[in-house]
Every structure is written in structure tokens, then in C-alpha cells.
């Protein structure tokens, strides 16, 4: 079975401060990992995913996740928050090579950037 | 930029009574999801379809539910006779195989009375 841990409800951080959502993944073989965001009452929007290659990925509006195979983390990052930032964001993995094709997503974080 | 659409974007309906929710994924993708997100949970997957048939299925993709392709465009979730725990916001999502990104849609949200 493959799953997603993010271990916080809620992120809460400044504007213009960098921000880190975190996520750990369980799966066997070499995993996918995606980062979804969602703002209210809208669908997941796609940020950025890692597939192979170099461990740190680039995204959309400026986020960024490091792939850390040792410690089984996909953490999403950004250097500077800005209020419009604050929105849902969803881990999750997929793992091929174990016969999963679908995705599994984490329960979510939200992200509070104040002004 | 080509995007996954769902229609209708709400639906309010009895408990018991069948609903179809509507999907057009990107045009030249292979892979079709239904997800659903019941409110504050996480995202739940309930079925993948690929060459006409269901590739995988979740435990909560009982015998209430179905999908089907009708036509070269459309892909649509049935269900038969819902219930209140069927309330939910339903997403469709593609993808065109391999390492592809799946692309969600805006979602169904669906109210069981």
C-alpha cells in the first residue's frame, strides 16, 4: 500500500517570510510524488512533482520541494510568502512500478500568510 | 491551456434518487480518475479507466457506482441510488499515461438530502 503523511494541519507564516509544508510518503519502489493546491470551493491545481532526476524540483508561483529519498520527505518550500499563498495544499504519491496507478493523497495543510 | 471540465458544478438531490456527474477530460489523454473529497476530509480515490474499462477501483466504489465513456469525449460517474454519505465534491482528472501529470477538474459538489 502507498500513503502520505502531513503531519501539520496548519501552517501560519508572515509575508515575505519562506514558508515549508511538509510531507512523508510511504510506498514500495521508486514513488511519484505530486503537490496539489487548492483554493476555496476550487479544484486541485497542479504545483510541481518529481518523477526522477534531480532531487530538487521547481514549480509553479515559485514553490519548490525537495525529494529526500533517505528520509522519505517531499517537503514543499518557498523562499518568500506572499498573502495570496494562503490556499490548501495536498501531498500525494503514486508508485507505478507497485501496481498503482492512481493517486494517494495526504489530509491537506493550510496555509496562512499574513500581511 | 487545454483543462478537464465537470458539469454541473452543484448538484442537490434526494437520498435514494440516481445522479450522472459529467466530465470532459483533456482531448488526448488515455487515463480517467474519479476522486471524491468529502468536506474537511482528504482527496479519496474511487475509480481509474483506461481502453474502455476500469483499470483499479477503491473499496468506496461499491455496486451504486459506475462510469462509463458514452462518446469520444465525455466521461461520466452514475450514481444509482445515493446517499446522504455520497455528499461530497467529485473530481474527474486525466492523464496521458507514464509519468504524466494528472489534471484535475473544478468538481461536482453533490448535496444528498
Known amino acids: 500500500a502507498q500513503s502520505v503523511a502531513q503531519p501539520e494541519d496548519q501552517v501560519n507564516v508572515a509575508e515575505g517570510n519562506p514558508l515549508t509544508v511538509k510531507c512523508t510518503y510511504s510506498?514500495?519502489?521508486?514513488?511519484?510524488l505530486f503537490w496539489y493546491v487548492q483554493y476555496p470551493n476550487r479544484g486541485l491545481q497542479f504545483l510541481l512533482k518529481?518523477?526522477?532526476?534531480?532531487?530538487l524540483v521547481k514549480g509553479s508561483y515559485g514553490f519548490e520541494a525537495e525529494f529526500n529519498k533517505s528520509q522519505t520527505s517531499f517537503h514543499l518550500k518557498k523562499p518568500s510568502a506572499l498573502v495570496s499563498d494562503s490556499a490548501l495544499y495536498f501531498c500525494?504519491?503514486?508508485?507505478?512500478?507497485?501496481?498503482?496507478?492512481?493517486?494517494?493523497f495526504g489530509k491537506g495543510t493550510m496555509l496562512l500568510v499574513s500581511p | 491551456e487545454p483543462e478537464v471540465t465537470q458539469t454541473p458544478s452543484h448538484q442537490v438531490t434526494q437520498m435514494g434518487q440516481e445522479v450522472i456527474l459529467r466530465c470532459v477530460p483533456i482531448?488526448?489523454?488515455?487515463?480517467f480518475y474519479w476522486y471524491r473529497q468529502i468536506l474537511g476530509q482528504k482527496v479519496e480515490f474511487l475509480v481509474s479507466?483506461?481502453?474502455?474499462?476500469?483499470?483499479?477501483k477503491s473499496e468506496i466504489f461499491d455496486d451504486q457506482f459506475s462510469v462509463e465513456r458514452p462518446d469520444g469525449s465525455n466521461f461520466t460517474l452514475k450514481i444509482r441510488s445515493t446517499k446522504l454519505e455520497d455528499s461530497a465534491m467529485y473530481f474527474c482528472?486525466?492523464?496521458?499515461?507514464?509519468?504524466?501529470?494528472?489534471?484535475f477538474g473544478p468538481g461536482t459538489r453533490l448535496l444528498v438530502l
Open positions: 482531448s488526448n489523454h488515455l487515463y
Open positions: 518529481y518523477i526522477t532526476g534531480d532531487n
Open positions: 500525494a504519491v503514486r508508485a507505478p512500478e507497485a501496481g498503482y496507478s492512481t493517486l494517494t
Open positions: 510506498v514500495s519502489g521508486n514513488p511519484y
Open positions: 482528472a486525466s492523464h496521458g499515461g507514464g509519468a504524466e501529470t494528472q489534471y
Open positions: 479507466f483506461y481502453n474502455n474499462e476500469i483499470s483499479e
